[in-house]
């Protein structure tokens, strides 16, 4: 019974999204489904409640924003498999976890609309109401641990020139997971490994991105999309070309390519830092970012210094 009802809920959207932004009428609806009209109401008005737009109007029903829907059925084909869509979860990256080890396939994507936990590194907590982009890449690449940083670096590349292109932006990456807009924080992103003997088993890449919410109010030194353009964008067509630009660079890894094309497109070299790791701080100008994704830091008495994590300031 409630995978029916599921079922009826799912197909209802679909139908409104395949309308194309028309008014189909509850009796329409209701043939089409098989139900009736109460029916119909019913199920629309729980969708409403669950965060879904959609308008009732005197000659029916509207799916207000159908580009910034991110239900499966919204990408194109090879994508139903693969996408995994909630209205709320504590946090994709667990969801994500569950998945990649019930054998979601390869380049899976686990999206929330709101998380009430959601995380960044060493459990901080990340602000993440509706409106933004709250999702976690599932990889499983036959690659060993050592090898799994790089993801990382490609998914920041590619998100920044997903944005740059399609918005004429210029966000930047810090080393080594934000992507900063105006100097304000844009985007994070976590990544959490398993591995399996000497192999990794999956690589999950969460990625928090600022675009139709507001994070200013929980956080001062943030900024999303909406802030600077001052309008809602469609959250599915970042989505969709970032997943096509990633794949496409992930398709064979090149460590040295991937990393000569982040530092071009990062903020952090020629910038005077203060990077924060265990128990240690240091301090100086950020002169490089080696091939395993290191960052490289000249300090005031001229000393260079490797420096393969922790948080970093631009000051
Ligand atoms: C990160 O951590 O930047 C990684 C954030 C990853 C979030 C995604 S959302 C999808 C997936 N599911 C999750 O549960 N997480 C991932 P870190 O470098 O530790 O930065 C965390 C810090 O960013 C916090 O301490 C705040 O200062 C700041 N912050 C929190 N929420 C923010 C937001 N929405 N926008 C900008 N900054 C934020």
């Given at each position: 019974m409630v995978n029916k009802e599921i079922n009826i809920k799912d197909s209802i959207l679909k139908i409104l999204f395949q309308a194309s932004g028309e008014t189909l009428s509850g009796v329409r609806l209701s043939e089409m489904l098989d139900i009736s009209r109460v029916a119909v109401w019913k199920h629309i008005s729980a969708l409403k409640e669950n965060g879904f737009g959609i308008e009732s109007r005197p000659r029916g029903y509207v799916l207000l924003n159908p580009d910034d829907l991110l239900l499966?059925?919204?990408?194109?084909?090879?994508f139903e498999n693969r996408i995994f869509h909630f209205q709320?979860?504590?946090?994709t990256m667990d969801q994500a976890k569950l998945l990649a080890k019930s054998?979601?396939?390869?380049q899976s994507v686990v999206i929330a609309e709101?998380?009430?936990?959601g995380r960044g590194r060493l459990y901080r907590k990340w602000f993440s109401s509706r409106g933004g982009l709250w999702f976690t890449l599932i990889l499983k690449p036959q690659?060993?641990?050592?090898?799994?940083y790089i993801y990382n670096f490609s998914a920041s590349l590619c998100l920044s020139r997903t944005l740059n292109r399609l918005f004429d932006l210029d966000v930047k990456v810090k080393w080594p997971n934000d992507l900063l807009l105006e100097g304000q924080k844009l985007a994070g992103l976590l990544s959490e490994m398993e591995t399996k003997g000497d192999m990794a088993e999956f690589i999950n890449i969460g990625i928090g991105l600022n675009v139709n919410n507001m994070p200013r109010q929980y956080e001062p030194k943030a900024v999303s999309i909406k802030d600077i353009l001052d309008k809602e964008v469609s959250r599915r067509l970042i989505l969709e070309t970032f997943l096509a630009d990633f794949e496409e660079q992930t398709r064979i890894i090149n460590c040295r390519h991937i990393i000569g094309l982040w530092k071009k497109q990062t903020?952090?070299?020629g910038s005077r830092v203060r990077i924060e790791t265990f128990g240690e701080i240091f301090e100086g100008i950020a002169v490089d970012v080696d091939e395993s994704g290191a960052l490289i830091i000249r300090d005031r008495a001229g000393e260079i210094k490797t420096i393969i994590y922790g948080d970093c300031f631009h000051t």
């Open positions: 499966p059925f919204c990408f194109g084909p090879g709320e979860l504590e946090s054998n979601a396939p390869h709101n998380q009430t936990m690659i060993p641990p050592v090898l799994s903020s952090t070299i």
